[in-house]
């Protein structure tokens, strides 16, 4: 009886034969949702690509503005800084309001803007040196009173914001 057991053993292991393993998955072509997901993926990637684009060519009068500022420097003639300064803050609003709000204001009103439209807080000294330095022609600034209105200018370029913007 042992025979017959090892006999049917030894037959049987004589007709295994190595297992056969199936072809592996191939990754292309790709199943339709994944072209669906690349597709909307390149279609967002684009959207934010012109959203950056747009932004940064909106703003390239502020990165014009700064880099005149950067390159002021307190020299000997103060008020003609102080005159260069009030133009160039004037000239940005200009841009981003335009010429109906903005070209008519002078004096209060004109601080007052700047105030309403950014984080530049306009003291009563800058007020008073900025219409000394316009209309006396014998007014002197120093070089303290350029690097304080240098401040309010870089504050008003770098935070203003439009109504579109608000």
């Known amino acids: 009886m042992e025979h017959n057991v090892s006999a049917e053993i030894n037959a049987s292991l004589d007709q295994l ?3 056969i393993i199936p072809p592996a998955v191939s990754f292309w072509p ?3 949702g994944w072209y669906a997901l690349a597709l909307l993926v390149l279609a967002y990637g684009i959207h934010l690509g012109l959203k950056y684009w747009t932004a940064y060519q909106k703003n390239l009068y502020r990165r014009e503005a700064l880099g005149v500022l950067s390159k002021m420097q307190t020299g000997e003639d103060t008020n003609k800084e ?3 300064l009030l133009g160039l803050m004037k000239r940005v609003a200009l841009q981003c309001f335009g010429r109906e709000k903005v070209a008519a204001l002078s004096d209060d009103a004109w601080w007052n803007f700047m105030e309403k439209h950014s984080k530049t807080k306009v003291d009563v000294e ?13 007014a002197q ?3 303290e009173d350029v690097k304080m209105l240098a401040k309010v200018a870089k504050v008003w370029i770098t ?3 439009g109504e579109e913007d608000a």
């Open 30 to 32: 790709l199943a339709p």
């Open 159 to 161: 935070t203003h914001k």
């Open 126 to 138: 800058i007020r008073e040196l900025s219409q000394k330095i316009l209309y006396s022609p014998n």
């Open 82 to 84: 102080i005159n260069t």
């Open 17 to 19: 034969h190595d297992i």
């Open 141 to 143: 600034a120093s070089a």
